[in-house]
């Protein structure tokens, strides 16, 4: 018996598809490089954000301008992977890919900062319907 009892019942997860992997990764590199005709063709007809302070249900074209106006923060932006994986509930009504990496920039002023990063991205299709983002800054040297 589980000490702290889960909210529902557990979903048995299973390895789930490379190709959703690969599908949440290139939405990732279409956002750092600006490109958002590629972006688009990877998120769902909504998306779901759920990050430190916002939670909200997006369409995809305010999705798109959501991005858009938050990309200028970042100068230089790159991406350090760390790991991945992709899981799909035993009924299949449930898929999602963790990915974890290091997330560097520079700020306007060109000061470099970075900060560790996970996300679980639930998946429709192919397509990004949902990013949980969960972030921790490093200390400052």
């Known amino acids: 018996k589980l000490p702290i009892p889960l909210e529902q019942p557990y979903k048995n997860w299973q390895i789930g598809s490379t190709e959703n992997v690969v599908a949440a990764m290139n939405s990732m590199k279409a956002y750092i490089d600006n490109d958002y005709t590629a972006f688009a063709a990877l998120i769902g007809d909504s998306l779901e954000l759920n990050f430190d302070y916002l939670h909200a249900k997006l369409s995809r074209d305010s ?26 509930s035993a009924d299949k009504k449930s898929e999602w890919v963790t990915l974890w990496y290091k997330q560097s920039w520079k700020n306007d002023k060109g000061v470099p900062d970075s900060m560790a990063v996970t996300d679980d991205i639930r998946m429709e299709n192919g397509k990004m319907v949902e990013l949980d983002e969960k972030t921790s800054h490093f200390p400052k040297k």
């Open 63 to 88: 999705a798109i301008k959501f991005f858009k106006a938050d990309r200028p923060k970042y100068n230089d932006l790159s991406v350090t992977m760390y790991d991945y994986v992709s899981v799909i």
